[in-house]
Nanobody, 123 residues
Framework: QVQLVESGGGLVQAGGSLRLSCAAS????????MGWFRQAPGKDREFVAA????????LYADSAKGRFTISRDNAKNTVHLQMNILKPEDTAAYYC????????????????WGRGTQVTVSS
């Protein structure tokens, strides 16, 4: 079992930046691919970005490419999502996720979820 705790959300103006962090704990926390999803009010949860457990591979949604960067620090069992040039449409609850397989499967069906952190981008 893997436990995930997000932090770093908040209120930011359009064009600004935020860095989300996710601390993982549990038996295999350091060897899981991990990622981020988001859910805006009234919308389905959607994939944002994911990273392999080595950090050597990443996957991004089109909406995140060029603006968001996912990274991980396995020494601290932590994954980060650096979000730049934020837009009002990025407003959502952001959820950390972890999987037991590859990035493609993680992007569709994670095995573990955090409880989320709210990001609000004002125009």
């Amino acid at each position: 079992q893997v436990q995930l705790v997000e932090s770093g959300g908040g209120l930011v103006q359009a064009g600004g930046s935020l860095r989300l962090s996710c601390a993982a704990s549990g038996r295999t926390a350091g060897r899981n691919p991990m990622g981020w999803f988001r859910q805006a009010p009234g919308k389905d949860r959607e994939f944002v970005a994911a990273i392999t457990w080595t950090g050597g591979g990443t996957l991004y949604a089109d909406s995140a490419k060029g603006r968001f960067t996912i990274s991980r620090d396995n020494a601290k069992n932590t994954v980060h999502l650096q979000m730049n040039i934020l837009k009002p449409e990025d407003t959502a609850a952001y959820y950390c996720a972890a999987g037991n397989n590859n990035l493609a499967i993680l992007a569709k069906a994670p095995n573990y979820w955090g409880r989320g952190t709210q990001v609000t981008v004002s125009s």
